[in-house]
T-cell receptor, first 113, second 110 residues
Framework: NAGVTQTPKFQVLKTGQSMTLQCAQDMNHNSMYWYRQDPGMGLRLIYYSASEGTTDKGEVPNGYNVSRLNKREFSLRLESAAPSQTSVYFC????????????FGPGTRLTVT | GQQVMQIPQYQHVQEGEDFTTYCNSSTTLSNIQWYKQRPGGHPVFLIQLVKSGEVKKQKRLTFQFGEAKKNSSLHITATQTTDVGTYFCAGETNAGKSTFGDGTTLTVKP
């Protein structure tokens, strides 16, 4: 039981390049989330998916797209990276039912030069 | 939109001293969660509070949810070096999305 896994762990991009961050969970959760965390700040929600086949914008969706490929996988795509997207990206999934606990992956540290 | 403010931003304590962080929401919450993040790590769930006025304890940690369900606090008694990290609250409305505070970073001097 690996929990939430993310790839890659580190990435350096040049401005204008594109890339996809991968996230998978093996806990059979319906809800999945993508957050970004800038230095000294909390986590800001980029996109979330309440169930397979549905996605919705969070607080800071501009410059990103997502795909909920199946119940396990939720990917985040940067079409044309900008230096302002330098951040640590966390994927999370959540238990269904009464508990609101979110399980976080280890994060992807992205630098855009 | 919903805003969650957390204070203080930083807290430096001597080992054995107490520590408190406060969280305030601009809107009424359906629940609030608390997370701890160690340096270089990812957030780890500590607890959730759902009921108005709820108080929960985990060993030296005490969590409270305000009567109006708009504020919360985390209190650590007799801090230890293992308590270092950043503590985040995450407030959720009935919309099902959590808004995180900016966190309180705790350092403990042995």
């Amino acid at each position: 039981n690996a929990g939430v896994t993310q790839t890659p762990k580190f990435q350096v991009l040049k401005t204008g390049q594109s890339m996809t961050l991968q996230c998978a969970q093996d806990m059979n959760h319906n809800s999945m989330y993508w957050y970004r965390q800038d230095p000294g700040m909390g986590l800001r929600l980029i996109y979330y998916s309440a169930s397979e086949g549905t996605t919705d914008k969070g607080e800071v969706p501009n410059g990103y797209n997502v795909s909920r490929l199946n119940k396990r996988e939720f990917s985040l795509r940067l079409e044309s990276a900008a230096p302002s997207q330098t951040s640590v990206y966390f994927c999370a999934s959540r238990t269904d039912g009464y508990s609101y606990e979110q399980y976080f992956g280890p994060g992807t540290r992205l630098t855009v030069t | 939109g919903q805003q969650v403010m957390q204070i203080p931003q930083y807290q430096h304590v001597q080992e054995g001293e107490d520590f408190t962080t406060y969280c305030n929401s601009s809107t009424t919450l359906s629940n609030i969660q608390w997370y701890k993040q160690r340096p270089g790590g990812h957030p780890v769930f500590l607890i959730q509070l759902v009921k108005s006025g709820e108080v929960k304890k985990q060993k030296r940690l005490t969590f409270q949810f305000g009567e109006a369900k708009k504020n919360s606090s985390l209190h650590i008694t007799a801090t230890q070096t293992t308590d270092v990290g950043t503590y985040f609250c995450a407030g959720e409305t009935n919309a099902g999305k959590s808004t995180f505070g900016d966190g309180t970073t705790l350092t403990v001097k042995p």
